[in-house]
């Protein structure tokens, strides 16, 4: 079986759970389904091509799997590269939440596909803040049609997680340009065959600027300079990887004859912040990827469960079950199905939070989006992995054998909690700088925003709904006192302790989010059958969410209990990790 | 950095959790430090090898990776495979719990390797309990010596899971002995090039044996007769699996031309009885890999950890500090060294038992162990994966580079859960054949066992407990609570609603069970500081359990409620899946 694009899903997350503003109900509509046939069509089908294939190096070219260039060319001809991009840039001018829901699914279809589009945006967006008039004019429309996709070249083998040991150098020449030397690890689509010309945007140092993060600038540095001549740039190699075989990491080297020609993108020693315009756009993206590598496996182990026939189920009148008919293996596909469906609604909330930030909203939104990233980052993509892991299970030996295509889901999925910001970063973004946001007021107000579904679920009490209001209440008190006590443990003399909590926190704020978001999605379809709607999706929502309530929801407390209790570990670590 | 057996921590489990008894304590450490040094000397510097290499099937033939052959001789020679075996058939006659300590290193060290003595010792069981005195005469030593190591062919295409579907067909030559016919997959070292000869267990249908599970037996089926002719029987070919790539999975065919000889193991029809004897010491040493795969990620998360350095922890006076030192970092290796320690007292503790069974306690062990397999077999493997993607996570982008090693981890790991019966089928052999015994009374008795140490930390409160009884004491008592719902549930008109619980209840009794092995370390190390003692592993020991107790013991309450609360999702499953 293939992928097939959850649309209805997708549009009644939007309507009923994140909101959708700024297009049209009918064409949101349209767009969506003709996206779903891209993916189906087009993407999917090479998906398992390009995990066998990979990617061949042979002296600094990489070549992509057969097809590649092909359905590259069918998807930027499309339009697809620009969905969100302005409109006076050549782009759709569409919303991020409609962008959001097309990229779940090229990353459903073929994650190793759908990150050089995704990269590209995160470049778009850097570019469109940062960028001087005349480097928009030359590179702008290039990027937003996808003719020249864009690549972050941030990591050094010294400088991961930590930029300001970044080596990287800069020179100035005179002439507006600047030279750039120094080497690159872990270049996502640095070097390949899709495009005559390829943007990297690079972090280097200039000459005499302050050490660490603060002496860091962002330049634009082509493969292909505006004469027509190579730069002097080349990838001196790629990476033997777990997953995404199909998307080339490339080792880069700028400089090998003297330096590369680039051109700043803001300020001088300001290019972390330009980076980070491109690195926020680029972790909502990451957090969309896991949904839909969530979504993809979820769609092949629902299949596999319907087809295969195993033992004899209770109550059941056939000798031999289809194994989706025992609880067991209902639980596993019910909770990929929800935790797949909790990390779309985050994912959405985080994108029609940034849509609103244009709009009457304003700072609120922008402060809100800012906030669910690093939730929507590290939640989607720890569910992707768990998800993924689910699915090979169900599929029992024939998950473990590489031809069912179950275990490539789990390989790909590995890479999304350590790229672009590991999940330990996330979470430590959430508690030590997005929950003091505003003295914690964008926190307490999402945490208000959960709370009206529960007063929903009450008001709206049905035996259908059955321990979903309690259970939510109960991981929202959970994490009120949670936030409580990470602000605290911040402001104290020991910060160390609220660090230590973060990753708990943060997997607590998402459930409880999620759970938020499906009461909501439950109260939607509970208004609908109301109302004389007989399609049985809206009870199938209800007892998704009732699933999750009582199934899932309930860790919430244990997580509490973590970051209250637990970071005392901080003080014996040596001690313990020595035995 | 490779491999190092803990053998101080084993010694330790065994001595203060387990219990060892059948063996001078001097002669315990001895082996153990022998086992090591094998392990790590011999073992592991193949374990990289054997994952880039895999094996190779020709026209029949299986060809191990570069240097096997050579270490399965070491291993032999060495007597290492029949540690446990009878004396009386040449083996050492050791307790089960010293081996349960070996094939911890072996699968540590190298867990494809150790897979092959892993399956012979299943064969040895089920031949010693359940064959003919001419059979034991026959193959027996040989089985012992790992001469002719041994498989276990179950598995069919349309039977996995569930054994009543098999068709493999065993006719009576009317000489002793019988002719099968009949295809297996899966077969784990059904062929390869490290032994002259490969014992077969088999199991198939005689003519008109009743259907289902009741009409099967089990045969003995020799790669060479006794004639030193070739049996009627091949290796038709091999998976590309994701991981355990040096361990041959093969396809074999049985009876190509007019059928393989073979001979009856135990009764006609009584097959399945014969093969759990073997598949329950399976069952326990898979749990017992699952430890060894854990140890092995968390050492190697560890080291990599220690030497690789990014940020400045709070209160470093150095610039950048090893990972090590960050909060976050902290918490992910502690989480992967407590759950090791957990999964190795609980398999030690099944082991412990086996061997208490043949002691005064008689039955009551042996029904102890019956109750503790299916978690030693299922939450040690499930812990395996977690840990494995938690060192991933740990090295980074270095993590998802296959050549680091962290991967091979992950992906070796990921059978672990689904091979010798799913964790799902584990799960509900807990919850609906060993919590029954004895009317319930073997789990309440493992649960008062559990209550002790509790009781111990209340009485011997120490500050560097922390919440540790509190939190201990409540998992017990959700898990109290979970086994009468349970029982309660299981003697009910709708006994889906129990196994809908199943794998949460596993997963809650591993866990409780977990917190009061950990206790029991961390009272005994308390004793021997008070004692005098100067090992720092003392305090290193307390602090581990304090850890457990404080962030992973408290997930106890939410699965508890899963399994109480969670349950009525049978009913609307379907309809929760199609949306």
């Known amino acids: 079986m293939s992928y097939r694009a959850p649309v209805s899903e997708m549009l009644f997350t939007l309507r009923h759970v994140s909101g959708l503003d700024g297009v049209d109900p009918d064409d949101a509509e349209a767009i969506l389904n003709e996206a779903g ?17 990979g990617t061949q190096f042979l002296d ?43 990229t779940e699914m090229w990353s459903a279809a073929n994650l190793s596909f759908g990150l050089c589009p995704l990269l590209t945006q995160g470049g778009i967006e850097a570019l469109a803040a940062h960028g001087s008039e005349d480097l928009k004019a030359r590179y702008l429309e290039k990027l937003v049609s996808g003719e020249w996709p864009a690549t972050m070249n941030l990591t050094e083998p010294q400088a991961g997680s930590d930029l300001a040991l970044l080596r990287s150098r800069a020179e100035a020449v005179g002439d507006g340009s600047y030279r750039i030397t120094g080497s690159k690890i872990y270049i996502t689509y640095g070097e390949h065959d899709l495009s005559e010309n390829i943007v990297h945007l690079v972090l280097a140092r200039l000459k005499d600027a ?28 790629i990476e033997h990887k777990l997953g995404i075989h199909a998307s080339p990491t490339c080792s880069m080297a ?30 909502l993206g990451v957090g969309v990827q896991g949904v839909g590598l969530a979504e993809a496996a979820t769609q092949k182990a ?83 992995n768990e998800v993924a892991s689910l699915g090979v299970q169900v599929h029992g030996g024939m998950g473990f054998v590489e031809e069912t295509g179950a275990a490539q889901f789990m390989r790909d999925a590995r890479i ?60 929202i008190e959970s994490l009120d006192r949670a936030t409580s006590h990470q602000l605290a443990a911040l402001a104290s003399n020991r910060p160390e302790t609220a660090l230590a909590g973060a990753a708990p926190y943060l997997r607590l704020f998402g459930l409880a989010l999620g759970g938020a978001s499906l009461a909501r999605a439950a109260l939607a379809s509970a208004a609908a059958l109301k109302a004389g709607e007989t399609d049985p999706a809206h009870a199938g929502r209800i007892a998704l969410a009732r699933f999750y309530a009582e199934n899932l929801l309930p860790a919430a407390g244990g997580l509490e209990e973590a970051v209250l209790g637990g970071g005392a570990f901080t003080d014996d670590a040596a001690l313990a990790l020595a035995v």
């Open 37 to 53: 046939r891209i993916a189906g069509d087009v993407l999917a089908p090479l998906n398992r091509v390009g995990d066998k294939h």
């Open 60 to 102: 600094g070219t990489v070549t992509t799997p057969p097809g590649w260039r092909e359905a590259y060319a069918t998807f930027t001809s499309g339009g697809w590269n620009g969905l969100s991009a302005d409109p006076d840039h050549g782009g759709q001018g569409l919303p991020k939440a409609i962008d959001a829901a097309c």
């Open 210 to 237: 302050p050490a660490g993060t603060r002496g860091i600038s962002l330049f634009l540095v082509p493969k292909v300079l505006p004469d027509g001549s190579l730069n002097d740039l080349r990838c001196s190699g």
């Open 254 to 283: 700028f400089g090998d004859n003297g330096g590369a020609t680039g051109w700043l993108i803001g300020d001088e020693n300001k290019g972390l912040a330009c980076m980070f315009t491109m690195m926020n756009a680029a972790r």
């Open 302 to 384: 629902l299949a596999y469960a319907a087809e295969r026939r195993q033992g004899k189920a209770i109550g059941s009148a056939e000798a031999t079950s289809p194994i989706i008919a025992h609880p067991d293996v209902q639980r596993m596909l019910l909770t990929m199905k929800a935790y797949t469906a909790v990390s779309r609604a985050i994912c959405f909330l985080t994108a029609a939070a940034l849509d609103a930030a244009h709009g009457p909203e304003g700072k609120a939104a922008h402060d809100r989006a800012s906030l669910l990233t690093p939730v929507a980052k590290a939640f989607s993509t720890d569910i992707a």
């Open 416 to 475: 999304l909690g350590i790229y672009e910001g590991t999940n330990g970063i996330q979470a430590i973004d959430l508690t030590a700088r997005k929950l003091p946001l505003n003295g914690g007021a964008t926190a307490r107000a999402q945490i208000a925003w959960m709370r009206k579904a529960a007063e929903g679920l009450l008001k709206n009490a049905a035996p259908a709904f059955g321990h979903m209001a309690a259970r939510l209440r109960g991981a």
